[in-house]
């Protein structure tokens, strides 16, 4: 739902970044981290809504999903950290040490010249 | 065809927005809380009987966010206290700008704390920051014990749990030593609280987070 806004935000990043230049987006790669409410299809389909009619439009969403690292404090084993799993892969523990998640991040575009 | 690297945060305008409304409740002095949970689970009521309890004792005012309607902002005013309602028409979260143009609202000099009643919404306001102090999830028992399992994002990055509805705990099969269980795994540091808004029970202990968070 609110895959909207975030949306919005992206194609509004997106036109700051190319305002100058005539053309359009064919490709949009964005990451995030684990501990955010972001739903693919929703986030896809909301940004095919918002880029119509601007030089996003048609362009490809590519959302990379940054793992968290975490690091059991009873077996020392390094893993992935999982929101829906949240326990320690090798000795089914859950305390853990958690790193930073990263946020949304707008990472590249791939932009055709007219 | 060309790849330009962008690099930037996506929600960087509420992120700048969040920060600009951190900066000013520390420099006021004032607890902002932001609280979080699904339609109904108690967050006015929740907010009524704080603010009969501390009326006299601590300066509150709220900021109610609901999708349409002025009705939570009327009870909170029915107790005394102020209240802004913000009407966000649709949208499934407040943003951090929203609140920046709510705070001229009041007369902030003398106020202890400022809550923020988001949108009831487990999921979505979670990823907007609002430049809060403290970030407050409640559950009641009638959502069912499976929910920090199920949407874990506002669980795993809340302060405080409000387990309300407790008086009815008893009808219901809420395993509540199930849920501090699990819960504390996604987020070790949660303090949590078993209430009852509508008895009042358990929230003593409440109160007294409060008076103790403000100092
Ligand atoms: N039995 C019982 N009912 C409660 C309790 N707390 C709230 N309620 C009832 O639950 C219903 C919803 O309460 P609200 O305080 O309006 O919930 P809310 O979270 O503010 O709801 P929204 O703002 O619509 O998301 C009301 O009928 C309350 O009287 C409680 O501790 N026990
Ligand atoms: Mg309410
Ligand atoms: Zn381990």
Same mark, same amino acid.
């Not at chain 1, 896809?44 to 490809?60: D, H, L, N, V």
């Not at chain 1, 998640?101 to 791939?110: G, K, R, T």
């Given at each position: 739902m609110h895959e909207m806004m975030v949306a919005e935000n992206i194609v509004e990043t997106i036109l700051a970044q190319v305002q100058k230049k005539s053309g359009k987006v064919t490709r949009v790669v964005i990451s995030c981290g684990q501990i955010n409410a972001i739903n693919d299809e929703a986030l896809k389909f909301a940004f095919e809504a918002i880029a119509a009619g601007t030089i996003c439009q048609g362009a490809k969403l590519k959302i990379k999903h940054i793992p968290l690292k975490a690091v059991c404090n009873s077996c020392h084993k390094k893993?992935?950290?999982?929101?829906?799993e949240p326990q320690c892969p090798k000795c089914g523990k859950s305390d853990f040490l958690i790193g930073d998640d990263v946020p949304l991040i707008l990472?590249?575009?791939?932009?055709?010249?007219? | 065809m060309m790849k330009i690297k962008v690099k930037k945060k996506i929600l960087a305008k509420n992120e700048d927005f969040a920060a600009a409304n951190?900066?000013?409740?520390?420099?006021?002095?004032?607890?902002?809380?932001?609280?979080?949970?699904?339609?109904?689970?108690?967050?006015?009521?929740i907010l009524e009987k704080t603010a009969k309890a501390l009326k006299n004792k601590i300066n509150i005012? /709220?900021? %109610? !966010? =609901?999708?349409?309607? &002025?009705?939570?902002?009327?009870?909170?005013?029915?107790?005394g206290l102020e209240a802004v309602q913000i009407e966000t028409k649709g949208a499934c979260h407040l943003t951090a700008e929203q609140i920046t143009n709510s705070l001229h609202k009041f007369d902030t000099d003398?106020?202890?704390?400022?809550?923020i009643e988001n949108i009831g919404?487990?999921?979505?306001?979670?990823?907007?920051?609002?430049?809060?102090?403290?970030?407050?999830?409640?559950?009641? /028992?009638? %959502? !069912? =014990?499976?929910?920090? &399992?199920?949407?874990?994002?506002?669980?795993?990055?809340?302060?405080v749990l409000l387990i309300n509805k407790t008086d009815l705990a008893r009808y219901l099969d809420f395993n509540v030593k199930m849920v501090r269980k699990?819960?504390?795994?996604?987020?070790?540091d949660l303090k949590i609280f078993e209430i009852s808004a509508k008895t009042t029970a358990g929230m003593e202990k409440w109160f007294k987070w409060l008076k103790k968070a403000i100092r």
């Amino acid at each position: 739902m609110h895959e909207m806004m975030v949306a919005e935000n992206i194609v509004e990043t997106i036109l700051a970044q190319v305002q100058k230049k005539s053309g359009k987006v064919t490709r949009v790669v964005i990451s995030c981290g684990q501990i955010n409410a972001i739903n693919d299809e929703a986030l896809k389909f909301a940004f095919e809504a918002i880029a119509a009619g601007t030089i996003c439009q048609g362009a490809k969403l590519k959302i990379k999903h940054i793992p968290l690292k975490a690091v059991c404090n009873s077996c020392h084993k390094k893993f992935n950290f999982d929101l829906y799993e949240p326990q320690c892969p090798k000795c089914g523990k859950s305390d853990f040490l958690i790193g930073d998640d990263v946020p949304l991040i707008l990472e590249e575009i791939e932009f055709e010249k007219k | 065809m060309m790849k330009i690297k962008v690099k930037k945060k996506i929600l960087a305008k509420n992120e700048d927005f969040a920060a600009a409304n951190q900066k000013f409740f520390k420099k006021k002095n004032i607890l902002c809380i932001n609280m979080i949970s699904s339609p109904g689970s108690g967050k006015t009521t929740i907010l009524e009987k704080t603010a009969k309890a501390l009326k006299n004792k601590i300066n509150i005012a /709220v900021i %109610e !966010g =609901d999708l349409y309607t &002025k009705l939570d902002a009327e009870r909170i005013r029915a107790t005394g206290l102020e209240a802004v309602q913000i009407e966000t028409k649709g949208a499934c979260h407040l943003t951090a700008e929203q609140i920046t143009n709510s705070l001229h609202k009041f007369d902030t000099d003398n106020l202890d704390i400022i809550v923020i009643e988001n949108i009831g919404n487990l999921v979505c306001p979670s990823d907007f920051d609002l430049g809060e102090t403290v970030r407050v999830v409640v559950l009641s /028992v009638a %959502e !069912g =014990d499976d929910k920090c &399992k199920k949407y874990p994002n506002s669980f795993a990055q809340a302060d405080v749990l409000l387990i309300n509805k407790t008086d009815l705990a008893r009808y219901l099969d809420f395993n509540v030593k199930m849920v501090r269980k699990d819960v504390l795994k996604l987020n070790k540091d949660l303090k949590i609280f078993e209430i009852s808004a509508k008895t009042t029970a358990g929230m003593e202990k409440w109160f007294k987070w409060l008076k103790k968070a403000i100092r």
